[in-house]
């Protein structure tokens, strides 16, 4: 039994709800009202919320409440999908547990939701004691009992006397606890009726045994739903391990466009014109340089941009102006758009530089190879430099990535390579040979290629 019926929803309707700068849910067609202080019948909804797959999931460890694992790429996309087919839910709370695994599944559940995710440390998952951190199999092989014979390591949920053969927390123990953070959130809410969200363990399981006494025990699946209500202080299991929610995200998923994040990169500057090698050195643009931007500005001008970023750079600085000045957008600076940082060949001239270091120079200003760069001293490789420009763009991607429109990012041409080798293999920018525009699709921590244009400046 489900405590909300959805209304069908057509996907041009979902479209339009999710084209905004955040995702907005549509309200359900009855909602839960919040009631005055007061009144006794106030009734909360539990979306129980299993974490997404991680990677010690993918490896079968025995990992619990006294270790954390990061949600593997499948998993961060099942919890941005759960968050979709959870949409038509009006949450009055968001909780997890401390662990890293819950707490990221439930920020991304509740992405473009103005509700903070509040950590709750007793909705921590079950502790394997000794065998934390270990291996399915090697339980097995040890104590001739599998890993996954929960009874055989944990007892029941109505055993507070059981000793585990590994020292870990007995699942009364477990239950107890699990049940007293679930009062202690609707304290929070006391006298409003509404769902709350958790996102927690698999071994919420074996304390939503005890309303399911005549089931067998049963595991929860990664970013399934199970439903607890409470009401007049008791609580009724209404839904267990449900994955309609996330098979529902993933039609919803698939309707909606990527988020467009355009690169604008301008190295006609008064250094590079004379043949010195700037990175984070600066100087102005030249007089085609700002001619280029000019041009960018025209190709631009009837986009519609969410937001825009820019490297600290004086240079940057100047084409985001030129080019955005319509548009009447603020800019936000971030030093990861910078330059990569060349330690003692900045400001050198290339000459010098190719000549010193032919190597290091090649992989610099190729077309492919940028990746590859190896500073000397305290310079920045160009891995480095390639994974600092991506944080920034996925940290874009998953601002805006349900919003409808585009975000422009002015950065520089090495760490635009860098970070293009390092994630669209056979896409390349030709350093320093004129301003240039690149435009890529973001969806689901991936990137991919729309296009790109260069722009000479020339009249």
């Not at 041009?295 to 519609?304: R, T, Y």
Request: charge should be neutral.
């Amino acid at each position: 039994m489900r405590p909300i019926t959805f209304s069908t929803l057509s996907l041009l309707a979902l479209t339009f709800c999710l084209s905004f700068p955040f995702l907005t849910p549509a309200k359900e067609a009855v909602q839960l009202s919040a009631p005055p202080a007061d009144r006794q019948d106030a009734v909360l909804h539990f979306y129980l919320v299993r974490h997404g797959q991680t990677w010690s999931n993918i490896k079968e460890m025995t990992i619990g409440g006294g270790g954390n694992a990061q949600l593997t790429p499948k998993g961060r996309y099942d919890a941005n999908s759960l968050g979709l087919g959870l949409a038509e839910i009006d949450f009055i709370g968001g909780y997890s547990s401390t662990l890293g695994r819950a707490y990221e599944t439930a920020s991304r559940v509740l992405r473009g939701r103005d509700l903070p995710v509040v950590k709750i440390e007793d909705l921590k998952d079950i502790s394997w004691g000794e065998a934390e951190g270990g291996r399915v199999g090697d339980l097995t092989s040890k104590f001739g009992h599998s890993g996954n014979d929960f009874p055989f390591y944990f007892g029941r949920f109505d055993q507070p006397e059981f000793i585990s053969p590994v020292k870990a927390e007995n699942m009364a123990a477990f239950s107890q606890r699990f049940e007293q953070a679930l009062r202690r959130i609707a304290e929070r809410h006391q006298g409003q009726s509404g769902n709350l969200l958790v996102a927690a363990h698999s071994s919420m399981a074996f304390y939503l045994q005890k309303y399911r006494p005549d089931q067998p025990l049963s595991g929860l699946s990664n970013t399934s739903v199970s439903v607890l209500e409470l009401k007049n202080g008791r609580f009724r299991l209404l839904d267990f391990n449900n994955t309609d929610y996330l098979k529902r995200g993933f039609v919803r998923e698939k309707a909606l466009p990527p988020l467009e994040i355009t690169l604008i990169v301008n190295p006609l500057t008064q250094l590079n014109q004379i043949g010195v090698v700037e990175g984070t050195t600066d100087s102005d643009l030249t007089r085609q340089g700002r001619r280029a931007s000019q041009q960018m500005a025209e190709s631009l001008k009837d986009s519609h941009f969410l937001a825009a970023w820019r490297s600290e750079l004086g240079r940057s600085l100047a084409t985001a102006q030129s080019v955005l000045g319509e548009h009447r957008l603020p800019v936000t600076e971030d030093k990861r758009a910078n330059e990569i940082f060349l330690g003692r060949w900045e400001a050198e001239k290339k000459a010098t530089f190719k000549a010193a270091e032919p190597a290091m120079a090649d992989a610099l200003f190729s077309a492919d190879n940028t990746l590859k760069f190896i500073a000397q001293d305290v310079g920045e490789d160009g891995n480095v430099a390639a994974a600092r420009l991506e944080a920034l763009l996925n940290d874009i991607g998953w601002q805006y990535e349900y919003s409808k429109g585009r975000v422009a990012v002015f950065t520089h041409p090495l760490i635009l390579n860098a970070f293009l080798n390092k994630r669209l293999a056979g896409v390349t920018l030709t350093p320093e040979k004129g301003a240039s525009i690149v435009t890529l699709a973001y969806k689901n921590d991936g990137f991919s290629l729309i296009g790109s244009k260069n722009f000479s400046g020339e009249e």
